[in-house]
């Protein structure tokens, strides 16, 4: 039966998009509203009682969710962020190796076709010198390695929020097997590693950590 008199919001749907649905599970569409609470009577809107906020809605399972839900990326948005911290991972140890030899090149092209780049070394070597000009233009502003840390700070901390310890360290592990690929670190390979584990939130003893258990595997 159709409830005498209550309240409820009617709502105006201002933006459409996809986000995260908490309650799919998955990538979905949604749709932005801003509402109104209604009186009503019989089920008629009768008497407006004031803002009922903004909301997102689901346009699959029609639930609401608070606009922080906006907050957390779909799959494809994830996707993109962690192939673009292992690109930066890469190219950052790359350029802190003097790019190495033959062995390290390999390494790194090889992270970054599994990531999804369809890069070749020659690729890999001009983005790496387009990189280096970058650095050398903020060090001039802000000292040292700056250009490097800025492209490994915007790469690496979106993702801290949304990877677990085991996958942060992984994209560590990744910058290490290609450092070592050639032998042991060098020192400021072993530093660049470290600036990358602490831009992820990584504690030192986990970075150290990390880095030594690279070591352990076998490199070609």
Known sequence: MTQLVGVSARWRTDVLGEFFC??????????????????????????????????????????RYGLDALERPTSGNLLSMLRTAQYTIVLAVLAAGGTGGRATRDAAVSVLREAGYALDETEVLAALAALREGDQELSGLYGCGSGLAVELHTALEPLVPHLSVPGLEHLLLQGACIALADGSYRPAEREMLRTAGSCMGLS??????????ATRQPHS
């Open 204 to 213: 030192a003893a986990r970075i150290d950590a990390t880095l030594t258990a």
């Open 22 to 63: 908490p309650g799919c599970g998955g990538d979905r569409n949604y749709r932005r509203q801003r509402g109104r609470r209604w009186l009503r009577l019989l089920a008629l809107p009768l008497l407006p009682l004031g803002d009922a906020g903004s909301s997102l809605q689901c346009t699959s399972c029609s639930a």
